[in-house]
């Protein structure tokens, strides 16, 4: 009995760290709904500290391919979330008409796009973290760097 | 260790084992309830100076638009956009003429000129009038054509205006004229107001517009 639960305490500390460190940065969560025929339905909720982690499997020719195709924009963006983290609860950006309401905020450090439609409903929820760090590998992938 | 105290351990380590396992669940339901909770949370500091843009339309669709951009959020980007004839913060303009006026010398001369209005037009069509105001360039447009009155009015203060020309020949530096608007108290820049539209730019220290 001492034994087990030592080795479930053992496994338990383990598990919380991983868990820990895995969520530590939040969750990346991406919702899309087509309201259409054959339209697309995403629900998507991932660790964010995973994404940088799974880029590292990302073929590098793959990862240069986009480094040289957003090369133009890289600097833009990366300049426009370390900026943006210095606003953690901001509203940038909002639209609304009698049927659509699209709406671009930061809230707790966490990039939100929402985007409501009568033909589809986008929420988007991304810590600038995570766009930092996915912005400054695929920066290192580019071709000189 | 006795039995008694053998059992009470082993409890124990179970109860926290299962509490440290279920924690991450807690704060994983929190970071994704938090957004939806916290949609009304608008303080920022107070140095900090927004630029706001606000669009509403009263025609059938009724659209609202606002934008609110952190001046300093705008002078660090500015200068990462390089396209066309943008370049590090700076507009080229072919030379400083448009339409045969030598702009920074008709810059040059509000600059230097005392307070007083430089242009007043009034006729049946439009009024118009431009002036120098307490630092300021006032320009304000009524156009009274066709029974749908729409007015314009523009407030740039100087100093933003020499800090656009500060640039060298030809450029505009838009980096050196956010600076300079940073600096300014809170202020209405452009309204425009017509049957259908209603167009507001200004600045202050709030990040909301509402």
Redo the contacts between chains.
């Keep these: 009995?001492?034994l087990?639960?030592?080795a479930?305490?053992g496994?338990?500390?383990t598990?919380?760290l991983a868990?820990?460190y895995t969520?530590r940065e939040?969750?990346l969560?991406i919702d899309v709904d087509e309201y259409r025929s054959g339209g697309s339905h995403v629900h998507l909720?991932v660790p964010a500290a995973a994404v940088p982690m799974a880029m590292h499997f990302v073929p590098s020719q793959h990862m240069r391919h986009v480094s040289a195709q957003a090369r133009?924009a890289m600097?833009?963006l990366?300049?426009?979330v370390?900026?943006?983290k210095?606003?953690p609860?901001?509203?940038?950006?909002?639209?609304?008409?009698?049927d659509q309401h699209v709406r671009m905020r930061t809230?707790?450090g966490?990039l939100?796009i929402d985007v409501d439609a009568p033909d589809q409903k986008v929420h988007v929820?991304c810590p600038l973290s995570t766009i930092e760090d996915v912005t400054r590998q695929i920066e290192e992938q580019a071709p000189g760097a | 260790m006795s039995d008694r105290n053998?059992?009470f351990?082993?409890r124990t380590?179970?109860i926290?084992?299962?509490a440290?396992?279920l924690?991450?669940l807690g704060?994983?339901a929190q970071?994704?309830t938090?957004?939806a909770n916290?949609?009304q949370?608008?303080?920022?500091a107070s140095k900090?100076r927004w630029l706001h843009v606000r669009v509403i339309s009263s025609d059938?669709?009724?659209?609202?638009?606002?934008?609110?951009?952190?001046l300093?959020?705008a002078e660090?980007?500015l200068?990462?956009?390089n396209?066309e004839r943008l370049h590090n913060g700076k507009v080229k303009i072919d030379d400083a003429h448009v339409n045969d006026v030598d702009l920074r010398a008709l810059v040059e001369a509000i600059r230097t000129t005392k307070d007083g209005e430089f242009v007043t037009v009034q006729s049946n069509d439009c009024d118009v009038r431009v002036a120098k105001q307490s630092n300021h360039l006032i320009v304000h447009v009524l156009d009274k054509e066709n029974s749908k009155k729409s007015e314009v009015e523009i407030k740039v203060p100087m100093k933003v205006i020499d800090a656009l020309f500060s640039a060298g020949k030809d450029e505009l530096d838009l980096v050196a004229a956010l600076h300079a608007l940073s600096a300014q108290g809170d202020t209405e820049l452009v309204s425009v107001k017509d049957h259908e539209n209603t167009v507001r730019v200004w600045l202050d220290s709030k990040?909301?517009?509402d």
Excluded: C
């Excluded at chain 1, 609860?89 to 009698?98: G, P, Q, T």
């Excluded at chain 2, 949370?41 to 920022?44: E, N, Y």
């Excluded at chain 2, 059938?60 to 952190?70: C, I, L």
């Design positions: 009995m001492m087990l639960a030592k479930v305490l496994l338990g500390s598990i919380v868990g820990a969520f939040g969750v969560r909720w133009e600097p833009i990366h300049a426009f370390k900026e943006l210095k606003y609860d901001a509203d940038f950006v909002e639209i609304i008409d009698s809230r707790d966490k939100q929820l | 053998n059992g351990f082993a380590a179970l926290s084992a299962a440290l396992l924690s991450p704060a994983l970071s994704a938090a957004p916290s949609s949370s608008t303080t920022s900090d059938a669709k009724g659209e609202t638009v606002r934008v609110n951009v952190p300093e959020l660090k980007i200068p990462a956009i396209k990040n909301v517009t």
